[in-house]
T-cell receptor, first 114, second 115 residues
Framework: KNQVEQSPQSLIILEGKNCTLQCNYTVSPFSNLRWYKQDTGRGPVSLTIMTFSENTKSNGRYTATLDADTKQSSLHITASQLSDSASYICVVLLNAGNNRKLIWGLGTSLAVNP | DTEVTQTPKHLVMGMTNKKSLKCEQHMGHRAMYWYKQKAKKPPELMFVYSYEKLSINESVPSRFSPECPNSSLLNLHLHALQPEDSALYLC??????????????FGPGTRLTVL
């Protein structure tokens, strides 16, 4: 079954600290993996997109890694800010010929406290 | 312009009302999407338009009727909705439905409440 699982479900950290969010997937055939940030009641905003040949991709204080062999990805947030409080969603693009579909994780809810 | 805009931001409607949600992008994207998102759940795909033609309908009830008047605009017409249809409705666009990345850009959403 095509699934994306994220951990932890929720996380609370202090401002200025680093954190790492995890994503495991069983989607096949795999096309790419993306991380979105979604503020409550707002649309998702893309942070990174990686194909199977890309191991690491950075976007400012956000760094995503991908291990296509173990089907795992992580999102590392450095020097967290209060504005980082949001849901972080891992999404994998399934690409099976005419069937192209985004498989969404349930997200990790991050709260950054002062 | 790298933005997807949606109007209205909030909408409250009765079960007998007819209303429309609007979405607009000026990035030259040829694929546009409607998603429905319930609280603490990921977005669920409803419809996909590719080059102004309906490409995917994820078995959405007929009380939701999409329309793509031109390559920049996407509407979602609502009629005889149920309270369980209350959700955040998200519009997205991408360069096309193919390609390696198929990066989708999302709008801010319309918060719909059906009374």
């Amino acid at each position: 079954k095509n699934q994306v699982e994220q951990s932890p479900q929720s996380l609370i950290i202090l401002e200025g600290k680093n954190c790492t969010l995890q994503c495991n997937y069983t989607v096949s055939p795999f096309s790419n993996l993306r991380w979105y940030k979604q503020d409550t009641g707002r649309g998702p905003v893309s942070l990174t997109i990686m194909t199977f040949s890309e191991n690491t991709k950075s976007n400012g204080r956000y760094t995503a890694t991908l291990d296509a062999d173990t089907k795992q990805s992580s999102l590392h947030i450095t020097a967290s800010q209060l504005s980082d409080s949001a849901s972080y969603i891992c999404v994998v693009l399934l690409n099976a010929g005419n069937n192209r579909k985004l498989i969404w994780g349930l997200g990790t809810s991050l709260a950054v406290n002062p | 312009d790298t933005e997807v805009t949606q109007t209205p931001k909030h909408l409250v409607m009765g079960m007998t009302n007819k209303k429309s949600l609007k979405c607009e992008q000026h990035m030259g994207h040829r694929a546009m999407y409607w998603y429905k998102q319930k609280a603490k759940k990921p977005p669920e795909l409803m419809f996909v338009y590719s080059y102004e033609k309906l490409s995917i309908n994820e078995s959405v009830p007929s009380r939701f009727s999409p329309e793509c008047p031109n390559s920049s605009l996407l509407n979602l017409h609502l009629h005889a909705l149920q309270p369980e249809d209350s959700a955040l409705y998200l519009c997205a666009s991408s360069q096309d439905i193919g390609g390696v990345y198929n990066e989708q850009f999302f709008g801010p959403g319309t918060r719909l409440t059906v009374l």
